[in-house]
Nanobody
């Protein structure tokens, strides 16, 4: 059973930085894809960033390009999201996601974490 546990959320002022972590357990092999999504109150969940092993690529939503960086430590089965120059509109619950096999869609995942709250004050 795959479990994903996020950490690192919190309250930060606009312009500040946070680093989110997501540790995956339940499997010893590398996950093909690990990603981050977010959901703000009253809005649908949206894609933030992804790291795909099969394509050796990273992908970002336009709204976070140049400010957020996704990375992962395969030895630890952990994915990170470094968030810089945060804006109030980045306020949301951030969830990580993972998949074991390749899909031709970097936004498709099989497993989800519970999420961690990020609040950016103006």
């Amino acid at each position: 059973q795959v479990q994903l546990v996020e950490s690192g959320g919190g309250l930060v002022q606009a312009g500040g930085s946070l680093r989110l972590s997501c540790a995956a357990s339940g499997r010893t092999f590398n996950y093909d894809g690990m990603g981050w999504f977010r959901q703000a109150p009253g809005k649908e969940r949206e894609f933030v960033a992804a790291d795909i092993l099969y394509t050796r690529g990273t992908y970002y939503a336009d709204s976070v390009k140049g400010r957020f960086t996704i990375s992962r430590d395969n030895a630890k089965n952990t994915v990170y999201l470094q968030m810089n120059s945060l804006k109030p509109e980045d306020t949301a619950v951030y969830s990580c996601a993972a998949r074991l096999r390749y899909y031709n869609d970097y936004k498709a995942y099989d497993y989800w974490g519970q999420g961690t709250q990020v609040t950016v004050s103006s």
